[in-house]
């Protein structure tokens, strides 16, 4: 079955320091990846998806079919970027969400 | 443009009522979609629609039923509500797929007593 895995509910990290959420899914088909965020108080919005290849934000984030993960990174955290981070799977006109990783920048 | 707009906010049934939480977007987006968010468990897809009078089932469809006969809307129906349907629930559009861009709704908060 589809999954998608989100080992950390929470990384907390100070500010400046490099940030990694981890994404690991499980699918035996071509793979379509998506980074959702949720700010305090505002609407879930992408962030960015693996076909792109585009860093948003400062983040990047790589698809690695060997070991079926799509890791978020960022060299440098801000504050602005505490928020609930999802990563998602689509497949045949359904997405699969991972269970979340709250983000907490510390000053 | 409101984007997708979700009524009511909040929401509290008893136990074996029913109720129909609405969505309705205005970027005549073909694809919408229906999800429940839980504590742990992220967003759980319920319902999709890839255009007006095509539904199909999601991850969690039992006790949800839905209908399309608008591009723009898609309503949620609970036919009889159960403690476990509490959650907080979410209505999503985009152009054309699902693998595209969701554009969510802010969100129903339902509680069941």
């Known amino acids: 079955a589809q999954r998608v895995t989100q080992p950390e509910k929470l990384l907390s990290v100070f500010k400046g320091a490099p940030v990694e959420l981890k994404c690991n899914y499980s699918y035996s088909g071509s793979p379509e990846l998506f980074w959702y965020v949720q700010y305090s108080r505002q609407r879930l919005q992408l962030l960015l998806r693996h076909i792109s290849r585009e860093s948003i934000k400062g983040f990047t984030a790589d698809l690695n079919k060997g070991e079926t993960s799509f890791h978020l990174k960022k060299p440098f955290a801000q504050e602005e970027d505490s928020a609930m981070y999802y990563c998602a799977l689509e497949y045949g006109n359904k997405l699969v969400f991972g269970a979340g990783t709250i983000l907490r920048v510390k000053s | 443009n409101a984007g997708v707009t979700q009524t009511p906010k909040f929401q509290v049934l008893k136990t074996g009522q029913s109720m129909t939480l609405q969505c309705a977007q205005d970027m005549n987006h073909e694809y919408m979609s229906w999800y429940r968010q839980d504590p742990g468990m992220g967003l759980r897809l319920i319902h999709y629609?890839?255009?007006?009078?095509?539904?199909d089932q999601g991850e969690v469809p039992n006790g949800y039923n839905v209908s399309r006969s608008t591009t723009e809307d898609f309503p949620l129906r609970l036919l009889s509500a159960a403690p476990s349907q509490t959650s907080v629930y979410f209505c999503a559009s985009s152009y054309g797929t699902g693998k595209n861009e969701q554009f969510f709704g802010p969100g129903t908060r339902l509680t069941v007593l």
């Open positions: 629609s890839v255009g007006a009078g095509i539904t």
